[in-house]
């Protein structure tokens, strides 16, 4: 039999795009090309340009494979070119996932910070699918404008669950906002879990993510139970190319997502 | 594994007939060192196992710098023909050591590396007399190898000692055997004797040894520490392109027609794009920290993942700089 080509994208077809904010896009792609739990990642191939790594924001029980993406390089660019029924190719899944099994029974506390919730959202349906192994979910999301806010049609139904804790925080408002304003952490003054054992999930832009995991780690959580959603220049996503390391793990292959514990002795994790 | 004899003058009868069943490199002296040269047909063989490791270094052979590694939407894998290498030294083979584990040993593992290494067969050979640039033993290696290589050469007053270390060797030897004589006790000998006058050599080169806590030193390393070591470095990077144990690379995709071909190309960590991320920062954006990266890297990180260091100490980085930084230089000040 021959090894099967870690480098060979599988190829896929959009099913749908959804724009969530203005520089921010879902992408519903066809069928589940590959299979994946939740916190591991995938590279898209955009055939003839190149491929970038993302973390679904589907639920790893869903039928369809989905991403919700930011514009901010090359190949997002040519991504965001692509139309409903075009082909773009899927490789992975890569990295570990979240230890759910650990979660069982606690409190689970996650903090997202604008398109960083993308990665969380899968989390948080991968959660809400099993809702009763845990003790309650709490989220905290900040984003920098109302507009920013991704996922916003589905706020409504995520409230009405009770085990679900929600609070939101904008930077900027506008005549309609009601709720907070600030960067994430005034909605982290209250941090209504067992510190001791609860896991925290982080996943924003690298100065969120900075003071987030300072707070968190002020708030008396467990180096090793902050979950962190790292971001590194990527390629092959196997661990071999060396792009991704962050001092001596590999984020795409110990990662994407690490513990406190992992990278609090590098210099300057958050970039 | 066992050893046999072959006259001096034997040996091209025995790599020509090796060069009908593949593409064969050897080891050829050329204006007082050996390059590495492909041999061609009706150009009879002379491979000199005299010297130390050629300059080029043996990567090509395994990993080119420029790779087709996967095609879209549909993949097909390439061709990948026999090969036959004469005259690795035990250096080249630490860096195919590294290789192994990264490709091979760590999952999941790299296809078109396993069909290379596959058709490949080594022919390895002692080095009699390392010269100055040369450190493999600082970084637990002897000038001679004895294992990774299918067949190690060592060159006798009368005869080249063939020491069969793979299966692949035994075959081959078996394939020629009437070339070949068994081997006794007193070649052997002659042999512990050139060996150790090799060791001797290196040791007067290397008269320090690295500090045992290398790994925990080079992790330690302040950053005055850091500016000093790449102070004469005008960043040309060659010393990474030489290098037998680097392996860094990148993927890039290219348009064929309706195809996408992924093409892998050799990267060095002191780009300063290399660890950029999509949108724009990056984590070593100083020079002194990619400078660095390349000594956590070979004497910290690798050593805690395998437990040998990444660096075969074949001082090609050295001979190729163009500042004349010698890494141990930089490892014994730590
Ligand atoms: S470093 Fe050692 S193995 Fe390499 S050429 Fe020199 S003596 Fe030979
Ligand atoms: S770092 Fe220098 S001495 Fe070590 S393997 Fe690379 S080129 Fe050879
Ligand atoms: S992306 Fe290549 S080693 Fe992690």
Redesign the pocket.
Known sequence: MEAVNPYAAIPAKIKKIIPETPNITTFIIEGMPIEFKAGQFAELTVPGVGEA?FTPSSSPHADDLEFTIMKVGRVTSALFDLKEGDQLGVRGPFGKPYPLDEFKGKDVFIVGGGVGFAPLRSLLLALIHDINDYKKIYVRYGARTPGDIVYKHLLPGWRKLSKLDWLLTVDVGDETWKGRFGVVTVILDEIPVNVKVAPAIVCGPPLMMKFVTQRLVEAGFQHEKIYLSME??????????????LGKV????DGPVLTWEDVKHVEEPFV | MKTYLIFLDKISIFVTELAKEGSLYYSKLENGKTHFVAHHENISIEPEFSKIRTPENMKHFFFRSRDLVARFPKDKSPAVSKQFLVGLKNCDLRGIDVYDRVCLKWQPLDPLYKARRDNTVIISADCPEPEECCFCNLVGLNPYPDAISDINITRLERHYLFETLSKKGEVIIEQFKDLFIEAGKEDLKERDKIRKNAVKALEKFNARSLPDNISERVEKADKKAKHAARKDCVECHGCLHACPTCYCFLLSDYRKGKETERIRTWDACYYAAYARVGGGANPRSKFDDRFWNRFVCKFDYFMQYEDIYACSGCGRCWRGCSGKIDIREILWKL
């Open positions: 790594p590194q220049n990527m390629s092959c996503g196997i661990g071999k190319c060396n792009h991704c390391r590999y984020v795409c292959k």
